[in-house]
């Protein structure tokens, strides 16, 4: 599959969008509905429903943020796209540490409802109910994004200081451990240093995520550049269960929480094309009547088309 040019693609829009915007594809799922469960959380993409004392209901949905904002226009099959994903990793890590996915009850026992099971198979895990922390462990591994703008301004990212002479998405000489805060949403994240990090949430459990971290991501990046895939950064979350031990949650090396390039038209000096949701930035950064707020602006179609192809392509390049 071609990863196709961004500025081609905005030219041809411009003729067709007023008959495209707001077309949205019928199967997507926007928004979940449990009736048998209630729902004890709504974020950007995920829907969080309450099922006992020790298991929760998490279903992936089809939204899309971009700016810390929840888009109209659903992206057809995304939600299940990045539970297969994050069900590929949580297997692969397992040795590396434990995650929040449930062994002890199934989907089917607990949606015995054909229509609510049929509603989220495929996008919907049952997990462990666990003390979620309130860190996001990001780890950098090329120089893009905000830590791009922060270099340029300082030599440094996130407080670390980095070497001279660095380009636009150039390889990092190790990958960097830059966490933030995890906000609700509608807030943005706020970059923190490691010290303030210790501060929260104490310096034993600080480190043990920054180690883990860190290992989680130089063998992902390892094992997915053989698949023709460069993990230029990621995010992890995690949770503690009621004996303190740390456990991988959320979602895990998605294109939704990482940014993933095409090893082969990968070039240092530019923003390479991704895999990820850069492709929806990118068309929203042309919309001079949107000042990033709420609400979103619709998407046309052949974004939302190519943005799904784009998220297709990296499942199967990574899991088959």
């Excluded at 974020?43 to 992936?60: A, C, E, F, N, S």
């Excluded at 200081?161 to 994240?189: C, M, N, R, W, Y």
């Excluded at 031990?245 to 923003?271: H, K």
Aim: proline share 5%; net charge negative; with cysteine.
């Amino acid at each position: 599959m071609h990863l196709f040019g961004f500025a081609g693609i905005i030219a041809g829009l411009k003729e067709f969008e007023q008959d495209t915007i707001g077309a949205r594809n019928m199967s997507a799922l926007h928004e979940s509905s449990i009736k048998s469960l209630k729902l004890i959380h709504k974020g950007k993409v995920r829907d969080i429903y309450d099922i006992d004392d020790k298991h929760m209901l998490i279903v992936t949905t089809d939204r899309i943020s971009a700016f810390d904002v929840i888009l109209p226009t659903p992206i057809d099959e995304k939600g299940a796209i990045l539970t297969a994903v994050s069900n590929f990793w949580f297997t692969k890590t397992k040795g590396q540490i434990d995650n929040h996915l449930a062994t002890d009850l199934t989907l089917e026992e607990v949606l015995p409802n054909k229509e609510e099971f049929d509603q989220v198979k495929g996008r919907a895990i049952v997990v462990k109910k666990l003390k979620p922390l309130p860190i996001e462990a990001i780890v950098r591994g090329y120089i893009i994004g905000s830590g791009w703008k922060d270099y340029k301004k300082s030599g440094k990212v996130c407080g670390i200081e980095l070497p001279q002479g660095l380009q636009q998405a150039d390889k990092l000489p190790e990958a960097i451990f830059t966490p933030s805060t995890k906000a609700d949403v509608g807030d943005h994240d706020e970059n923190i240093s490691y010290e303030k990090m210790v501060e929260i949430i104490g310096e034993e459990l600080a480190e043990k995520i920054k180690t883990i971290s860190l290992d989680l991501y130089t063998k992902a990046a390892k094992f997915a550049l053989e698949k023709g895939i460069i993990i230029a950064d990621t995010k992890f979350e995690f949770g503690l269960d009621d004996d303190d031990n740390l456990l991988l949650i959320d979602e895990v090396l998605t294109p939704d929480s990482s940014r993933f390039w095409p090893a082969d038209q990968y070039e240092v000096g530019i923003s390479p094309p991704s895999f990820d949701k850069q492709y929806i930035r990118d068309y929203l950064e042309t919309l001079e009547d949107w000042d990033k707020t709420d609400p979103g602006p619709e998407l046309p179609t052949e974004v939302v088309k190519i943005t799904a192809d784009k998220y297709k392509e990296a499942q199967e390049r990574l899991t088959k």
